[in-house]
């Protein structure tokens, strides 16, 4: 299905991935039987794979081990955009909405790899690990089937 506003449709990967890098955040949609269920969430990326972190029980991992189709959206540069009448008003903004599969990963060299990426991507330095962390710490990578964005203005 075709964007309504292609004018404002981003279709280069370049530009995606760039979002991508700039936003510190990224929402993950799951489907929980018939009830979305959309988390906020920090992440690390690299071409197509996105890996998050989080506790070993909890009710996303019950979702994916159930459904482990997801969506997820990141956006940066916005902000609302006061004009001189009501309808002058707008929002400016980058987004990327995604779509792929939610793995959980257990190969442990991939684990260290992917929590030395999502501290790089903070800010951090990376391992060494305790063992103790390792054992507390979920890491799911998402291997991202599609992705398309949008841009105002």
């Not at 507390?136 to 991202?144: F, G, S, Y």
Request: proline content about 7%; glycine content about 10%.
């Amino acid at each position: 299905m075709r964007p309504r506003r292609t004018d404002r449709e981003i279709t280069e990967a370049g530009e995606l991935e760039e979002i991508l890098s700039a936003a510190w955040f990224l929402r993950l949609g799951l489907c929980d039987g018939g009830e979305p269920y959309v988390i906020p969430m920090n992440f690390a990326w690299e071409q197509s794979r996105i890996y998050l972190h989080c506790a070993s029980r909890g009710r996303k991992l019950d979702v994916i081990s159930r459904c482990p189709r997801v969506c997820f959206q990141a956006d940066v540069d916005s902000r609302v955009v006061p004009g001189d009448s009501p309808e002058d008003w707008t929002t400016h903004y980058r987004s990327v909405v995604g779509w792929g599969e939610a793995r959980l990963v257990g190969d442990p060299g991939e684990r260290l790899y992917a929590l030395d990426l999502l501290m790089e991507r903070h800010g951090g330095p990376p391992g060494p690990y305790s063992a103790g962390v390792l054992e507390r710490v979920t890491i799911i990578r998402i291997d991202i089937e599609r992705m398309t964005g949008k841009r105002s203005p």
